[in-house]
């Protein structure tokens, strides 16, 4: 049988907490439904062909994977996503994660989460999409600080936002964190920790607003995540950002979407910026992440024409 491979990788809604203690970079994951499919079919010929052409680390990848395991052809490489480029939701990540696994699925392998961050950090500053659930991830060595849980089932109202934001530019010309940053990062990270043990949206939303306001004293020109961050403290909501992106929004838990307030917090998303507003539910289980893509009655079909 001809058969290639195919991979699956999340996206992420920015990060529920990110920043630095202790000269410790990190990030604490935040999944989404939306996500990178690719499919890759071996070929003798070396190199590696992608589509569509400008998805470059996904192409990197792909080499990288079949370098790993001493494989002298190529092949050809297809990525389909929904994640919008250069918004802070994990875009190039999920591609190099998604395109690994379709390699190494074409090879009738599969590969621990823990060689491809090594992999992808390779590549650029990684978000820890390889892995299941919640974890807290050194984006620039690719390495696991704590594995938690899955995240627990919610949604998120957010703006995607406008412009794009170089994401391995950012991590280059971060600015370093004082210390009251740094102790308002810890009780963060607690609150977040403890909120996806104990699956509390309240402690959650208090973890994610707690790092946004961190994130408006060093971006102190950012009014509309002050706009944000002043609307979740009047109604006591929940904010999750993307630190080094685009992307803000508020979060819910499923029984505060009931109650209606999802489509208040599109109302108010709108007024903040006229941008798009999407509804974003959060990746809370696990998934099958690669295949097989069986190629014999594709070819039997092309004989056809």
């Avoid at 604490?28 to 990178?36: D, E, M, N, Q, Y």
């Avoid at 003798?44 to 998805?55: E, F, I, T």
């Avoid at 792909?62 to 918004?87: E, N, T």
């Avoid at 307030?261 to 998303?269: D, P």
């Amino acid at each position: 049988m001809v058969q290639g491979g195919w991979g699956f990788a999340s996206g992420t809604f920015g990060e529920l907490v990110q920043g630095e203690i202790d000269d410790t970079p990190f990030l604490v994951t935040l999944p989404i439904r939306w996500g990178t499919r690719a499919t890759f079919i071996p070929r003798s010929a070396p190199g590696v062909d992608v589509y569509p052409s400008h998805r470059k680390k996904a192409q990197k990848a792909a080499q990288l994977a079949l370098i790993q395991m001493a494989y002298d052809g190529g092949g050809l490489l297809s990525i389909s996503s929904v994640i919008p480029i250069g918004k802070g939701m994990a875009s190039s990540s999920a591609d190099i994660v998604a395109s690994m696994r379709a390699v190494w699925a074409a090879m009738g392998k599969e590969v621990a989460p823990k060689r491809m961050a090594r992999l992808a950090a390779r590549i650029e500053p990684s978000d820890g999409v390889m892995y299941d659930g919640v974890v807290v991830f050194n984006p620039r060595q690719g390495t696991v600080i704590e594995r938690w849980n899955m995240m627990p089932f919610g949604l998120i109202v957010g703006l995607v936002g406008r412009g794009r934001v170089n994401t391995e530019a950012h991590h280059r010309e971060r600015k370093s964190y004082d210390d009251d940053h740094q102790k308002k990062l810890a009780a963060a990270l607690d609150n977040a920790r403890r909120g996806v043990q104990e699956r509390d949206f309240a402690l959650l939303g208090q973890a994610g607003r707690l790092s946004a306001e961190v994130q408006a004293d060093r971006d102190p020109e950012d009014y509309a995540l002050r706009l944000l961050l002043k609307e979740s403290e009047a109604r006591d909501w929940g904010v999750v950002i993307a630190h080094s992106g685009t992307v803000r929004g508020f979060l819910f838990s499923p029984q505060m979407v009931r109650r209606g307030y999802a489509n208040e917090a599109e109302r108010i998303l709108r007024r903040i910026d006229k941008g798009a507003v999407f509804r974003f539910w959060t990746q809370s289980r696990p998934l099958v992440h690669s295949g097989i893509v069986a190629l014999d009655h594709l070819m039997e079909r092309q004989e056809q024409f």
